[in-house]
């Protein structure tokens, strides 16, 4: 760990930076996170501030200080200019409070990344932003939301195989568990039938 007590004031968040990394190192998360706190104090950008906001939340929530690391997230979903960050503050948020017992807490970020999907600028990560609302409606519990969320974000779905299968895996589980064999059996085939379609479009742009 360096000291501050000599340092010119411009260097201070900078080794205030380094010795949060310095605790994380120890897996001295609170100390991490205090470290942290001081350095964002003096950061101009909003992009670095919401990236460094989005890594104070996870040492918050690691030492269970749940108020805190809600607060971050929500202010690192504020001040992002990546539609990415912003899903992953809202759905981490969420996680957090459902594990925390927090329902309310969870039911107010599905209804925040319902009003995301609905955004222009959220218009590429559709796919995305309804198959974390479905995963979130699942840990609610609330099956019939989280088929309807599942269903949109395939429909929404133009080229993202990893988020196609995800979502097709999720229905086909959720059929299974209501024996509705047929509709699990689908899924699985579409599944199937999706990433044997990409293997062969990989093939077929490999050199000859």
Known sequence: MLFRSNLPKRLKPTLDEVNAYWFFKQE????AAIYLEKSIKSIKNK?????????????????????????????SAGKTTSPLMDIS??????????????????DKSIAAL?????????EAYRDIIYYSAGMLSVQRPDTIKAIAFFKKSLKKNENNEAYRNKARLMLGKIAYVQRNYKEAADQYEDRKSTRLNSSHSSVSRMPS
Do not use: P
């Open 28 to 31: 001295q998360y609170d100390s």
């Open 47 to 75: 992009a670095d501030k919401s990236r460094q906001l989005f890594l104070l939340a996870q040492l918050f929530e690691m030492t269970r200080q749940f108020d805190k690391a809600s607060d971050c997230y929500n202010k």
């Open 89 to 106: 503050a809202h759905l981490n948020n969420a996680k957090m409070m459902r594990s925390n017992g927090n329902i309310k807490e969870l």
């Open 114 to 122: 319902e009003k995301m999907g609905k955004k222009d600028k959220y």
